[in-house]
């Protein structure tokens, strides 16, 4: 099998021994990927496909709030909750739309 694979150009990556949790982390990805960005796009090459994919990596890594991590983005911890009426209702909210509003990306205003 692994010469019919690099015959295709297809490099074979060796998973870690004794890591049962890496195929759910995996597939949860894929799940992820495939509902919020590859049934929402038409793709029309690879080359889109690539950037497409480039797009939702940084958007999943840096922005996307995990339930692992307590609603938190990998780069930075979850803020403190807001308890004051009167502070939400000074909260400015911007939104950056990506991949031509596919991804929504949320921050509070300076």
């Known amino acids: 099998m692994d010469e019919v694979l690099t015959e295709a150009g297809i ?4 998973t870690g021994i ?3 949790q890496m195929n759910s982390i995996l597939e949860r990805w894929v799940q992820s990927c ?6 929402r796009r038409l793709i029309w ?5 690539r950037h497409a994919l480039r797009e939702y990596e940084r958007f999943y890594n840096r922005h996307l709030a995990h339930q692992a991590l ?3 983005a990998p780069p930075r911890p979850a803020p403190d909750p807001i308890t004051g009426p009167g502070r939400i209702i000074d909260l400015n909210i911007r939104r950056r ?8 990306e949320t921050s509070h205003a300076a």
């Open 70 to 72: 307590s609603q938190a």
């Open 34 to 39: 495939r509902h919020e960005l590859l049934d």
């Open 18 to 20: 004794r890591m049962p």
């Open 45 to 49: 090459n690879e080359r889109h496909l």
């Open 97 to 104: 739309d990506r991949l031509a509003g596919v991804l929504h």
């Open 11 to 14: 490099k074979t990556v060796l």
